[in-house]
């Protein structure tokens, strides 16, 4: 009996070590571009060891995305706090398709007020496997918001595959002229690293779930 209970710790020992380096691929840097036209243009890729099923299964369970996504990105983090604005929680409306984001701004004087967003969900299109993000309009978002759209694909290449991913956003009004490209950057492209990470965390901890309840 002591026998096969230490076999399973050696083995379970053995896949956290092999899970661990299977995920352990840097994430590399996000790129943001900028123009008067476009707006702001933040793009990448994430490569990710995991095979389909799995992911899958994390990306497209919507309603789990509150339980993993804003990982380190809220107020109570030291570093989220070091930027402009913290994401504090999030919703998935199932009856809308789509996500409730709340966030604040981090000054003095609105720091205690929260503020949300929300952003619909849909297919990328017949052709590419992933989901876009478009913010919903209302009277509030508009005036500053002229265009915000997030979109995020998987191309698959048996157990590996890439995630590649887009943000495009043009402000409006006193925001435009607010956040320079530096402050941009340093907002947006940690978001998506932060994103990034919990993405990889979530299916490393799905697969080790997975191994761990088997007999």
Not at 7 to 22: N, R, T, Y
Not at 48 to 75: Q, Y
Request: glycine share 4%; net charge neutral.
């Amino acid at each position: 009996m002591k026998t096969n209970m230490l076999k399973k710790i050696i083995v379970v020992l053995m896949f956290l070590f092999c899970a661990i380096w299977a995920f352990s691929e840097e994430i590399p840097a996000p790129v943001t571009t900028y123009s008067n036209a476009e707006g702001y243009n933040t793009y990448g890729q994430v490569p990710l060891s995991a095979p389909k099923e799995k992911i899958d299964a994390v990306l497209w369970n919507f309603a789990d995305f509150e339980n993993w996504l804003l990982d380190g990105l809220t107020r109570n983090d030291p570093e989220a706090k070091k930027l402009t604005c913290t994401l504090n929680d999030m919703e998935y409306l199932s009856g809308e398709n789509q996500f409730k984001i709340y966030f604040s701004l981090n000054f003095w004087f609105l720091r205690n007020w929260e503020n949300s967003i929300k952003f619909s969900v849909s297919p990328m299109d017949d052709v590419t496997e992933g989901i876009k993000l478009d913010v919903v309009k209302d009277s509030r978002i508009t005036k500053i918001i002229d265009t915000l759209t997030y979109t995020i694909s998987i191309e698959y290449q048996g157990d590996k595959a890439t995630l590649y991913y887009t943000g495009r956003c043009k402000l409006r009004g006193i925001a435009a002229r607010f956040f320079t490209l530096n402050l941009y950057k340093k907002n947006v492209e940690w978001y998506v690293r932060t994103f990034a990470n919990n993405f990889i965390n979530k299916l490393k901890n799905q697969d080790l779930f997975f191994f761990a309840s088997r007999d």
